[in-house]
């Protein structure tokens, strides 16, 4: 006789009570092959560069490489590619010398003479149409660029041409994918598109067939830990059903990065921001398996521009020193524990955790952002490694490693005291 549970003989299964401690994985480790741009952090340039644009980039890649990068995307827009390239070769092989990978952007949406996008005319450079497209991006290839990045799709379904836009695209893509095969199944084609327009965005997830797509998921996710865990879940498990990599983008690349600078979704994290939230959200996004895109200034670096035309420099301001050291940190981190490609999972029902609190599991770590109001304690049993709101050695024992050369031992120092995080803050922990 088979046991049931309804049959007298049954065995006895046990009902987890709902305060029940647990762990849902949404992503195993990933053992096979990793192609780079599987687990790449990718430092994106804003706007548009041009001659003394990129020569000033040159002198950042440096310290964009030391931080703990792997890419670059920058976007040549008006630079005249086909009467001379040597300046944009310069730049790729500047790139490469340092040990990371270039991705040049091109816009992927033809330009127009009429409506909205003339006010914007500058900003697209020598980049007019289809084929000049094409053109500049076989020309990136040809001077050593690992991969083509055609930007933010805008999808405008109010549109009368857009059903003929959205076929040109795709067909673009596919050109575009043939011209990278030709050289390796490491060279990559990658964008970004809004969930916001629902269709649009799944006929470039499971169509279009890009290396890496981003969307804005965690641009217009409010600072609320139910509504992150909701899209990161969804995006995980969409990815993991097509077989695709994962990107994340937290916030939007602007010129401006100053605090009050309101390039932003409404609602959104970034709405009231301060730097310790920024940096919050930095570690959140590192903690995510798969690729991130972290924009520069985001990250320390500091910007000025001229018109249309972007100026790169390291940072100058101590708040852009902060945030140097800070994604060191966190980036270092997230390579050594390899965090794109371990299991990953969210847990459930901490007891010392509030309403607004979400803790991740990654790999050997945890990761705890505190949307709430109210601090949260954790307890003593966790060692802290790294925390948002500050990037003293007293604070991040990490950083004793980093940037003194220190071997990192688990010690539990703060046995018997447990680690506060304010409300605001991320904290990073080894289980």
Same mark, same amino acid.
């Given at each position: 006789?088979?046991?049931?549970?309804?049959?007298?003989?049954?065995?006895?299964?046990?009902?987890?009570?709902? *305060?029940?401690?647990?762990?849902?994985?949404?992503?195993?480790?990933?053992?096979?092959?990793?192609?780079?741009?599987?687990?790449?952090?990718?430092?994106?340039?804003? *706007?548009?560069?041009?001659?003394?644009?990129?020569?000033?980039?040159?002198?950042?890649?440096?310290?964009?490489?030391?931080?703990?990068?792997?890419?670059?995307?920058?976007?040549?827009?008006?630079?005249?590619?086909?009467?001379?390239?040597?300046?944009?070769?310069?730049?790729?092989?500047?790139?490469?010398?340092?040990?990371?990978?270039?991705?040049?952007?091109?816009?992927?949406?033809?330009?127009?003479?009429?409506?909205?996008?003339?006010?914007?005319?500058?900003?697209? *450079?020598?980049?007019?149409?289809?084929?000049?497209?094409?053109?500049?991006?076989?020309?990136?290839?040809?001077? *050593?660029?690992?991969?083509?990045?055609?930007?933010?799709?805008?999808?405008?379904?109010?549109?009368?041409?857009?059903?003929?836009?959205?076929?040109?695209?795709?067909?673009?893509?596919?050109?575009?994918?043939?011209?990278?095969?030709?050289?390796?199944?490491?060279?990559?084609?990658?964008?970004?598109?809004?969930?916001?327009?629902?269709?649009?965005?799944?006929?470039?997830?499971?169509?279009?067939?890009?290396?890496?797509?981003?969307?804005?998921?965690?641009?217009?996710?409010?600072?609320?830990?139910?509504?992150?865990?909701?899209?990161?879940?969804?995006?995980?498990?969409?990815?993991?059903?097509?077989?695709?990599?994962?990107?994340?983008?937290?916030?939007?690349?602007?010129?401006?990065?100053?605090?009050? %600078?309101?390039?932003?979704?409404?609602?959104?994290?970034?709405?009231?921001?301060?730097?310790?939230?920024?940096?919050?959200?930095?570690?959140?996004?590192?903690?995510?398996?798969?690729?991130?895109?972290?924009?520069?200034?985001?990250?320390?670096?500091?910007?000025?521009?001229?018109?249309?035309?972007?100026?790169?420099?390291?940072?100058?301001?101590?708040?852009?020193?902060?945030?140097?050291?800070? %994604?060191?940190?966190?980036?270092?981190?997230?390579?050594?524990?390899?965090?794109? %490609?371990?299991?990953?999972?969210?847990?459930?029902?901490?007891?010392?955790?509030?309403?607004?609190?979400?803790?991740? %599991?990654?790999?050997?770590?945890?990761?705890?952002?505190?949307?709430?109001?109210?601090?949260?304690?954790?307890?003593?049993?966790?060692?802290?490694?790294?925390?948002?709101?500050?990037?003293?050695?007293?604070?991040?024992?990490?950083?004793?490693?980093?940037?003194?050369?220190?071997?990192?031992?688990?010690?539990?120092?703060?046995?018997?005291?447990?680690?506060?995080?304010?409300?605001?803050?991320?904290?990073?922990?080894?289980?």
């Amino acid at each position: 006789m088979i046991d049931t549970p309804m049959a007298s003989s049954a065995k006895q299964y046990r009902t987890l009570d709902p *305060g029940y401690i647990r762990t849902e994985v949404l992503q195993r480790r990933y053992t096979k092959r990793t192609p780079w741009w599987r687990d790449a952090v990718i430092n994106e340039i804003p *706007g548009i560069i041009d001659e003394e644009g990129a020569r000033l980039l040159e002198d950042c890649v440096f310290f964009i490489a030391r931080m703990g990068f792997t890419a670059v995307t920058f976007r040549p827009a008006s630079i005249d590619l086909e009467k001379d390239c040597s300046i944009l070769r310069s730049l790729i092989e500047a790139i490469h010398r340092v040990g990371l990978k270039a991705i040049v952007r091109i816009a992927g949406a033809e330009y127009r003479d009429w409506g909205p996008a003339a006010e914007f005319s500058a900003f697209y *450079g020598f980049e007019r149409d289809a084929d000049t497209i094409i053109k500049r991006a076989k020309i990136a290839l040809k001077n *050593g660029a690992d991969g083509i990045d055609l930007g933010r799709i805008e999808d405008t379904p109010e549109a009368s041409d857009e059903v003929e836009r959205a076929v040109s695209f795709t067909q673009l893509t596919r050109v575009l994918l043939a011209e990278l095969a030709e050289y390796s199944e490491d060279h990559i084609l990658t964008a970004e598109a809004s969930i916001f327009n629902t269709e649009a965005y799944r006929r470039h997830f499971e169509e279009e067939w890009l290396h890496l797509l981003c969307d804005d998921r965690l641009q217009r996710v409010g600072f609320n830990a139910s509504q992150i865990e909701t899209q990161i879940r969804e995006k995980i498990q969409a990815h993991e059903r097509q077989g695709s990599v994962c990107s994340w983008q937290a916030t939007l690349p602007r010129l401006n990065t100053a605090l009050g %600078t309101e390039n932003f979704f409404l609602g959104s994290w970034e709405e009231n921001a301060n730097e310790f939230r920024r940096a919050a959200l930095r570690m959140l996004v590192a903690a995510l398996p798969g690729s991130v895109f972290l924009p520069f200034g985001f990250s320390g670096g500091h910007l000025d521009f001229e018109g249309a035309h972007i100026r790169p420099y390291p940072p100058q301001s101590e708040v852009e020193k902060e945030r140097v050291a800070h %994604t060191t940190m966190v980036l270092r981190l997230r390579a050594q524990h390899q965090l794109a %490609t371990c299991a990953f999972g969210i847990v459930k029902n901490l007891p010392w955790a509030n309403p607004g609190c979400l803790a991740l %599991t990654c790999g050997p770590l945890m990761a705890v952002l505190n949307t709430g109001d109210t601090a949260v304690e954790v307890p003593s049993e966790h060692e802290l490694l790294l925390r948002s709101e500050s990037t003293k050695q007293e604070d991040s024992p990490i950083s004793k490693v980093i940037f003194g050369g220190q071997e990192l031992t688990v010690t539990h120092s703060n046995q018997g005291s447990s680690t506060v995080i304010p409300a605001g803050a991320c904290a990073w922990f080894l289980c």
